[in-house]
């Protein structure tokens, strides 16, 4: 079955203590991405990747390191998380570089809460 | 990447027929209006896609007018299943002017009753 995967699902944490949140495609995609979701907000994108080994700045980058080593993996990284990064997470991929013809795919989100 | 402008929500009843229009003023002439659908605690999921005029699938048309500078996703006979939050995203292909950068915007809250 076609599908991005988060794991985990829930986190809680506490300030200053990195973690790292999975997702992988199984879909041969070039295009991986994630977003932050918050009350009020909407989804705003943190990081993106166009292909292995590119990445790139979305809308809300501070306090996230991303990676792009295979390419069906894309973890993003908290290395010292903060309350004000609790959020809903989600990560998504489309077929060819982000282009709009090409659907996105997201996963299930992961909820994490920082204290 | 076009900013989008959506009605935070809207109120329907089962059986109705609904309309949520999205303005889009400054969509580029490579740009697609592309609608997703999102249920609490889910990752969205894609409804429509078009460019111009028309687009019809099994679950919902896409009006565009000539234009372009709006968009309208029209469900048919909603259900209470169609309770969700709906996005619209409008931009180009190829990632081009910007187009990696995908942002949806604060989407339309829709609430379908008995």
């Known amino acids: 079955e076609a599908q991005v995967t988060q794991n985990p699902r829930y986190l809680i944490t506490v300030t200053g203590k990195k973690l790292t949140v999975t997702c992988s495609q199984n879909?041969?995609?070039?295009?991986m991405s994630w977003y932050r979701q918050d009350p009020g907000l909407g989804l705003r994108q943190i990081y993106y990747s166009m292909n292995v080994e590119v990445t790139d700045k979305g809308d809300v980058p501070e306090g996230y390191k991303v990676s792009r080593k295979e390419k069906r993996n894309f973890p993003l990284i908290l290395e010292s998380p903060s309350p004000n990064q609790t959020s809903l997470y989600f990560c998504?991929?489309?077929?060819?570089?982000?282009?709009?013809?090409?659907?996105?795919?997201f996963g299930n989100g992961t909820r994490l809460t920082v204290t | 990447l076009a900013k989008t402008t959506q009605p935070i929500s809207m109120d329907s009843y089962e059986g109705q027929e609904v309309n949520i229009t999205c303005s889009h003023n400054?969509?580029?002439?490579?740009?697609?209006i592309t609608w997703y659908q999102q249920f609490p605690s889910q990752g969205p999921r894609f409804i429509i896609q078009?460019?111009?005029t028309k687009v019809t699938n099994e679950v919902a048309s896409l009006f565009i007018p000539a234009d372009r500078k709006s968009s309208t996703l029209s469900l048919p006979r909603v259900s209470l299943s169609d309770t969700a939050v709906y996005y619209c995203?409008?931009?180009?292909?190829?990632?081009?002017?910007?187009?990696?950068?995908?942002?949806f915007g604060t989407g339309t809250q829709l609430k379908v009753e008995l």
């Open positions: 879909m041969n995609h070039e295009y």
């Open positions: 998504a991929s489309n077929r060819r570089g982000g282009a709009l013809d090409s659907p996105l795919h």
């Open positions: 995203l409008v931009g180009d292909i190829a990632g081009k002017g910007g187009g990696n950068k995908l942002t």
């Open positions: 078009g460019y111009k």
């Open positions: 400054n969509i580029a002439t490579n740009d697609y």
